[in-house]
T-cell receptor
Framework: QQKVQQSPESLTVSEGAMASLNCTFSDGTSNNFRWYRQHSAKGLEVLVSIFSDGEKEEGRFTAHLNRANLHVSLHIREPQPSDSAVYLCAVSRTGANTGKLTFGHGTILRVHP | GPKVLQIPSHQIIDMGQMVTLNCDPVSNHLYFYWYKQILGQQMEFLVNFYNGKVMEKSKLFKDQFSVERPDGSYFTLKIQPTALEDSAVYFC???????????FGAGTRLSVL
């Protein structure tokens, strides 16, 4: 059964400093990785999706995938206080499991002005 | 981005009663999902639904649970009868295809007393 672990549990950064979040997964056949964030009482907002090793940039958000190391990361460039939220890593393997995501527990990001 | 709406945001019911959670998915999406998040734990997959049928369900999707989308309207999760352990936030999601991004609603918090 897929296990997804996120670190750190919480992270506090100053506005403008790079924020880096980590996610490890256990199923090496996983091929679909997404980072979501959740502001309090709001739906999940998809930030970036990545399907092959390397980097994928969407605005200030960059995901980096290394499937051999079972690791995917999210880097937030020039974070702002409005980026304070819970960040969720979601992993799946497309095929028979249609859209079945396994989530991590999340990283709570706080960005101070 | 595309919006998934969940109504109501919070529902309180007595144990043993029936409850129906409603979801208004993105209009042209074809795949529909329910996820469950118990307080302090990660989001977990419950069920996915396509072309009027359940495609896959997890062990959390008990016999008391059912889903349907009559006449292309709301996608619903019905729990009958409810139990105390059903208290959680239930997130609805939809996607255009099984490899596409899942878009999530803000969740319905279900409190079973």
């Amino acid at each position: 059964q897929q296990k997804v672990q996120q670190s750190p549990e919480s992270l506090t950064v100053s506005e403008g400093a790079m924020a880096s979040l980590n996610c490890t997964f256990s199923d090496g056949t996983s091929n679909n990785f997404r980072w979501y964030r959740q502001h309090s009482a709001k739906g999940l907002e998809v930030l970036v999706s990545i399907f092959s090793d390397g980097e994928k940039e969407e605005g200030r958000f960059t995901a980096h995938l290394n499937r051999a190391n079972l690791h995917v990361s999210l880097h937030i460039r020039e974070p702002q206080p409005s980026d304070s939220a819970v960040y969720l890593c979601a992993v799946s393997r497309t095929g028979a499991n249609t859209g079945k995501l396994t989530f991590g527990h999340g990283t709570i990001l706080r960005v101070h002005p | 981005g595309p919006k998934v709406l969940q109504i109501p945001s919070h529902q309180i019911i007595d144990m043993g009663q029936m409850v129906t959670l409603n979801c208004d998915p993105v209009s042209n999406h074809l795949y529909f999902y329910w996820y469950k998040q118990i307080l302090g734990q990660q989001m977990e997959f419950l069920v996915n639904f396509y072309n009027g049928k359940v495609m896959e369900k997890s062990k959390l999707f008990k016999d008391q649970f059912s889903v349907e989308r009559p006449d292309g309207s709301y996608f619903t999760l019905k729990i009958q009868p409810t139990a105390l352990e059903d208290s959680a936030v239930y997130f609805c999601a939809s996607s255009l295809g099984r490899r596409n991004t899942l878009y999530f609603g803000a969740g319905t918090r279900l409190s079973v007393l």
